[in-house]
């Protein structure tokens, strides 16, 4: 999975590049998810109580997102120079951290898509859902 998902990136990007000319600039804040505990709602998808499931999911290829205070999405599709990888380690270090990210957001179908270049602002896990939900899955 990891594979397709590592050589699916680079096709990606290449369709999007007539868009990403006509990209918006933009800073985005909010939660690093990962999509998929985010649809499905398994894991509680959020904070600490979902942070080591994030990480896992991150390295096993499943596309990264952030989710804003006003719940919107945003599919991460590269994080600074590397744009071979979804599993990129920059990522994946920061997975389930609240961050501020400087880049370029475009919009297909309804689907909005983010190019990072930068992670402006990190200020780690704020989200302590295992108050709220009284386990921590998987440790940490």
Known sequence: ??????????????????????AERVKVEG????????????????????????????????????????DNTYLVLKVGDDDLSVANPKIVKIQSHEVSVDGELVERDGVKYLLVDAVADDKGIVNL??????VVPFGE
């Open 129 to 134: 859902t295992e108050a709220e939900y009284g």
């Open 31 to 70: 939660e690093l998810i990962d999509t998929w505990c985010s649809v499905t709602g398994i894991m509680f998808a959020y904070g600490t109580a979902h942070h080591q499931c994030a990480v896992w999911c991150a390295v096993g290829g499943i596309p990264v997102s952030i989710k804003d205070k006003d």
């Open 1 to 22: 999975m990891l594979r397709r998902a590592v050589l699916s990136v680079p096709i990606m990007l290449s369709a999007l590049s007539v868009d990403v000319h006509a």
